[in-house]
């Protein structure tokens, strides 16, 4: 494949600083072993947590709301049980994004008009976590109604980005991105629409991955047809992420493209991982969207690490005809859908983007959803094909490096101008579109000190595979990031002033 011009200066940074409780610099997989060991109890952990959440929370916005009371009581009533069965989780803290109802929990899905919501029921998925050991710990934040790359919203203000606290942390699922790469948390749910997981997990240097539609039983039960938006796992490393989507993944009846899963374990996929990939890379998605170069170049320089590990690359990417018309049909057909019996009393207060979003699908024609449908069906035929002799496409998982937290969406990348507010998030757009699962995996970091996403998108429903394949990026490039501790230098020199605070 062809070299870059220049290189990056480094691929993983020496040793961040981490002054937080050493329980939270541990991976999730060793956390659950001490726990499954009785050498450390769930409590001991929340103790942990809420101390690193107190330390780094105020400067990040990650956590905002915390629910202590729930999570030692949860602790308590599973200190009494057997935990060699308390199933993959076995009292591990978690965080759940503020678009996801927790029980008795302030659930208020970035919006003024549910800022005081408490639901009496959970989500699902939650239900599922809980009976397989998890602990809710608290919501992450989230920009209002998940819709953006950039995580703010009227009720918490905005969540930052540890590695430099006047930049974007990245969105929909910003809040979960930060908490782990700052040790507030070992896991952390995510959702993914237009790249919910993955940009924030590029921008902020932990893993996020979207899974096949189906896979992780979540979500909206009555938008249950729609499967461009989906439930998923956020962690600090592969192994992580792997042992938090084994606790995500199951039959879910409640909602309608629910699937079982697989017999053997995801993670030990990962603990097989080879570094023998067949890789096809492409830097722009056939030209649909910019790059900027020191994203670029440092992720050929990856993919160099990566051939001297055993892979071959090629450049080469499948034909992607109308992929970016497609998913902006099928994203207002859920913004129309969701919306149709939205009080006005909660939606007047949208801001304009999300008023932008709900006002194009209710615009689109018969004619518009049929070319969409026989478009995505053409990418998908393509992509199959291209998984006949590709076990993975890599692109990058956005086209830019964090850029400032202020500016609500990115307008010009690689020296191109950007229209819209989507524009930035093409890369997202070919693993909603076909329903193909994607994971964006830290490939060390950049040039200005800042993390790298390397995007791989897998076979259907290959997230086995995919997660192995991650695992060898991760090997490659001597992850994993963190935890670190959050970097305020520019903070403080701007005297303190919090950007968005008032969005």
Not at 52 to 79: G, H, M, Q, S
Request: glycine share 10%; net charge negative.
């Amino acid at each position: 494949m062809p070299k870059s011009q220049t290189t990056p200066t480094s691929i993983k940074p020496n040793s961040p600083d981490f002054t937080g409780p050493e329980l939270c610099r541990l991976e999730a997989v060793e956390v659950v072993r001490l726990l499954r060991r009785s050498e450390i109890s769930p409590a001991e952990l929340l103790d942990a947590a809420y101390e690193r959440i107190e330390a780094v929370d105020p400067v990040i916005n990650a956590t905002p709301t915390r629910c202590p009371d729930r999570a030692y009581k949860a602790a308590r009533k599973l200190d009494l049980s057997n935990r060699a069965h308390a199933g993959w989780l076995a009292g591990l803290p978690i965080g759940i994004k503020d678009l996801t109802p927790v029980a008795g929990v302030r659930t208020t899905f970035g919006t003024r008009g549910l800022a005081g919501f408490v639901p009496e029921d959970s989500d699902p998925l939650v239900e599922r976590l809980e009976s397989r050991g998890g602990i809710v710990a608290g919501k992450t934040n989230t920009p209002e109604f998940g819709a953006g790359g950039n995580t703010f919203n009227d009720v918490f203000g905005p969540t930052r980005n540890p590695w430099d606290t006047t930049l974007n942390a990245g969105g929909s699922s910003g809040g979960g991105a930060a908490s782990l790469a700052t040790g507030e948390l070992w896991l952390s749910h995510g959702s993914d629409h237009g790249g919910s997981l993955r940009t924030p997990a590029a921008f902020c240097g932990v893993v996020g991955l979207r899974p096949s539609p189906g896979m992780c039983g979540g979500g909206s039960r009555e938008n249950g047809f729609m499967i461009e938006g989906v439930q998923g796992p956020m962690a600090r490393t592969v192994r992580d992420c792997a042992l938090f989507l084994d606790a995500m993944a199951g039959f879910e009846p409640r909602f309608p493209v629910s699937y079982r899963a697989p017999s053997e374990p995801f993670q030990s996929a990962v603990e097989h991982a080879d570094g023998k990939l067949r890789i096809a890379f492409s830097a722009d998605l056939n030209g649909l969207s910019p790059v900027d170069r020191e994203v670029e170049n440092h992720l050929r320089k990856v993919l160099g690490l990566l051939e001297r590990n055993g892979a071959t690359v090629e450049e080469i990417c499948p034909d992607l005809p109308d992929l970016d018309r497609t998913y902006r049909v099928l994203r207002g057909m859920m913004w129309a859908t969701l919306n149709l019996r939205m009080p006005q009393e909660i939606t007047h207060h949208y801001k304009a983007t999300l008023a932008e979003d709900i006002a194009l699908g209710r615009a689109l024609t018969m004619d518009d959803i049929a070319r969409a449908n026989l478009s995505r069906s053409a990418i998908y035929n393509n992509m199959v094909d291209h998984f006949a002799t590709y076990d993975v496409l890599a692109c990058p998982a956005v086209g830019c490096l964090p850029r400032a937290q202020a500016e609500e969406w990115v307008r010009e990348i690689g020296g191109r101008a950007l229209d819209g507010y989507l524009d930035w998030l093409r890369f997202a757009f070919l693993s909603t579109v076909t329903g193909l699962p994607a994971i964006s995996v830290p490939a060390g970091t950049g040039p200005r000190g800042l993390p790298v996403g390397l995007q791989l998108i897998g076979k259907p429903r290959g997230e086995a595979a995919l997660l192995a394949a991650a695992r060898a990026v991760e090997i490659a490039v001597g992850g994993p990031l963190g935890p670190i501790d959050p970097n305020v230098t520019h903070l403080r020199e701007r005297s303190g002033q919090c950007p968005n605070a008032d969005s």
